[in-house]
T-cell receptor, first 111, second 112 residues
Framework: DAKTTQPTSMDCAEGRAANLPCNHSTISGNEYVYWYRQIHSQGPQYIIHGLKNNETNEMASLIITEDRKSSTLILPHATLRDTAVYYCIVSASGGYNKLIFGAGTRLAVHP | DTGVSQNPRHKITKRGQNVTFRCDPISEHNRLYWYRQTLGQGPEFLTYFQNEAQLEKSRLLSDRFSAERPKGSFSTLEIQRTEQGDSAMYLC??????????FGPGTRLTVT
């Protein structure tokens, strides 16, 4: 599975969009991009995944660049409850095999 | 609540004692995973099962660690002769041939 690089921490004002970047320059053609988050003292929670096209669900949007070497997770209207560590994971098999987590981005949403 | 439960939620034990954790996955999920997470780090994969078969074990899983999933439903993770370095959050997750894993709340182990 390809390695990912994420900023260590980010801040966002409540109600504004939070844009979390991820670099995965060695991604291969059959690998998906997954995002999970972990709120303090809880287990990780699946957010969204994508292969080539941009994806949107009730939690977030995922924008993948055309060359697939980077992606951005967008939380359109961040709330205090979105304060968490966000993990970007690249995997060919995703949820079916093991997930390799990095250190993630610690997002702090401020009032 | 994802539907994955773990017990106990907290365990304090003395060095050298054995401990066992239990994970109950979402009932129809055929894959079950164990991860370990230390403070400030992302979760690290330990092992996973498809039904009752253990398909992969990480090198992190020393011979003091053993995991079972006897009937393809719940799973147990046992640590023998605990060491202070075993102090961590132990996370269980399950999936059904899909794209996402559903994680339980974890068991926090403290070895004194």
């Amino acid at each position: 599975d390809a390695k990912t690089t994420q900023p260590t921490s980010m801040d966002c004002a409540e109600g504004r969009a939070a844009n979390l970047p991820c670099n995965h320059s060695t991604i291969s053609g059959n690998e998906y991009v997954y995002w999970y988050r972990q709120i303090h003292s809880q287990g990780p929670q699946y957010i969204i995944h994508g292969l080539k096209n941009n994806e949107t669900n009730e939690m977030a949007s995922l924008i993948i660049t055309e060359d697939r070497k980077s992606s951005t997770l967008i939380l359109p209207h961040a709330t205090l409850r979105d304060t968490a560590v966000y993990y970007c994971i690249v995997s060919a098999s995703g949820g079916y095999n093991k997930l390799i987590f990095g250190a993630g981005t610690r997002l702090a949403v401020h009032p | 609540d994802t539907g994955v439960s773990q017990n106990p939620r907290h365990k304090i034990t003395k060095r050298g004692q054995n401990v066992t954790f239990r994970c109950d996955p979402i009932s129809e999920h055929n894959r079950l995973y164990w991860y370990r997470q230390t403070l400030g780090q992302g979760p690290e994969f330990l092992t996973y099962f498809q039904n009752e078969a253990q398909l992969e074990k990480s090198r992190l899983l020393s011979d003091r660690f053993s995991a079972e999933r006897p009937k393809g439903s719940f799973s147990t993770l046992e640590i023998q002769r605990t060491e202070q370095g075993d102090s961590a959050m132990y996370l269980c997750a399950s999936s059904l041939q899909g794209y996402e894993q559903y994680f339980g709340p974890g068991t926090r182990l403290t070895v004194t």
